[in-house]
C-alpha cells in the first residue's frame, strides 16, 4: 500500500538549511553537515539511504527546493535524488507556476500549481502506479505544511549532529500531530528516527 513519507534531515535545533540558502548553496551555510550521513560509507547510512531510496515512486518538493536541484550547482549525473544512488522516481513539484525550462530534462517533472493536496494526489497516483510510496523530501515549508494538513502517514527524520544556531526551520508552530516511534538508529553521523503519524 502507498504511504505517504516525510523524510528529511534537521539539524539539532530544528533547521532543514543553514543561514542564507540559494541556487548557488542551497543548504545555506554550514548546511552541508546536514547530509554528512548521506554520503558516509558507514554501513547503517547506507542502507537507510539506499531503503529510502529503493521505496520512492513519486517524490513532492517545493519550488525553491527545485529551483535548487534544477540550478547549475545542482544534481548532476553522479549526484541526485538519493545522494550517490542518483535515482529516478517520478517528481512533482509545488509551485505558483511552472519554470520557463528545465534543465534535468532527463528526469519526470510534475508542476502542481493547485496546492500542496492536489500534488500529494498527483504523487500518489504516480508512486500507485509502480506500487511504491510518495517521498517528501522538501523544504522544510513543504514537509511542515503536510503534516499540519493531515497528509502524512510516516515521519523520518536524519537528526544531524549540528547546531546551525539559524536557518529555514522544519516546523514553525503552524500545527501539531501525535507521532509513534518505530525505529531508532544511530550512527556517528546521523540519528535516523522513523515515526508513524497517527491520524486523528
Same mark, same amino acid.
Request: one cysteine or more; proline letters at 5%; charged letters at 20%.
Given at each position: 500500500?502507498?504511504?505517504?513519507?516525510?523524510?528529511?534531515?534537521?539539524?539539532?535545533?530544528?533547521? !532543514?538549511?543553514?543561514?542564507?540558502?540559494?541556487? $548557488?548553496?542551497?543548504?545555506?551555510?554550514?548546511?552541508?553537515?546536514?547530509?554528512?550521513?548521506?554520503?558516509?560509507?558507514?554501513?547503517?547510512?547506507?542502507?537507510?539511504?539506499?531503503?529510502?531510496?529503493?521505496?520512492?515512486?513519486?517524490?513532492?518538493?517545493?519550488?525553491?527546493?527545485?529551483?535548487? &536541484?534544477?540550478?547549475?550547482?545542482?544534481?548532476?549525473?553522479?549526484?541526485?535524488?538519493?545522494?550517490?544512488?542518483?535515482?529516478a522516481?517520478?517528481?512533482?513539484? &509545488?509551485?505558483?507556476?511552472?519554470?520557463?525550462?528545465?534543465?534535468?530534462?532527463?528526469?519526470?517533472?510534475?508542476?502542481?500549481?493547485?496546492?500542496?493536496?492536489?500534488?500529494?494526489?498527483?504523487?500518489?497516483?504516480?508512486?500507485? $502506479?509502480?506500487?511504491?510510496? &510518495? !517521498?517528501?523530501?522538501?523544504?522544510g515549508?513543504?514537509?511542515?505544511? $503536510?503534516?499540519?494538513?493531515?497528509?502524512?502517514?510516516?515521519?523520518?527524520?536524519?537528526?544531524?549532529?549540528?547546531?546551525?544556531?539559524?536557518?529555514?526551520?522544519?516546523?514553525t508552530?503552524?500545527?501539531?500531530?501525535?507521532?509513534?516511534q518505530?525505529? &531508532?538508529?544511530?550512527?556517528?553521523?546521523?540519528?535516523?528516527?522513523?515515526?508513524?503519524?497517527?491520524?486523528?
Amino acid at each position: 500500500m502507498t504511504r505517504i513519507v516525510a523524510d528529511i534531515s534537521v539539524s539539532l535545533d530544528g533547521f !532543514v538549511t543553514g543561514p542564507d540558502p540559494g541556487p $548557488a548553496d542551497g543548504l545555506g551555510a554550514g548546511g552541508e553537515a546536514l547530509h554528512t550521513w548521506a554520503f558516509s560509507d558507514d554501513p547503517d547510512d547506507a542502507r537507510i539511504l539506499r531503503e529510502g531510496t529503493s521505496r520512492s515512486g513519486a517524490v513532492i518538493l517545493g519550488r525553491r527546493l527545485f529551483d535548487v &536541484v534544477d540550478g547549475p550547482h545542482g544534481w548532476s549525473e553522479e549526484v541526485g535524488y538519493g545522494a550517490r544512488e542518483a535515482a529516478a522516481p517520478a517528481f512533482v513539484v &509545488v509551485t505558483g507556476a511552472p519554470p520557463e525550462s528545465v534543465r534535468l530534462t532527463g528526469l519526470d517533472w510534475t508542476f502542481v500549481t493547485t496546492g500542496l493536496r492536489d500534488a500529494v494526489a498527483a504523487a500518489r497516483e504516480r508512486a500507485e $502506479a509502480v506500487d511504491l510510496d &510518495v !517521498v517528501l523530501m522538501g523544504g522544510g515549508a513543504v514537509v511542515g505544511s $503536510a503534516l499540519a494538513a493531515g497528509l502524512v502517514d510516516e515521519l523520518i527524520l536524519h537528526l544531524a549532529p549540528v547546531v546551525l544556531g539559524t536557518g529555514t526551520p522544519l516546523f514553525t508552530g503552524g500545527g501539531s500531530c501525535a507521532l509513534v516511534q518505530r525505529s &531508532v538508529v544511530a550512527t556517528a553521523n546521523a540519528t535516523h528516527l522513523t515515526y508513524d503519524v497517527v491520524r486523528s
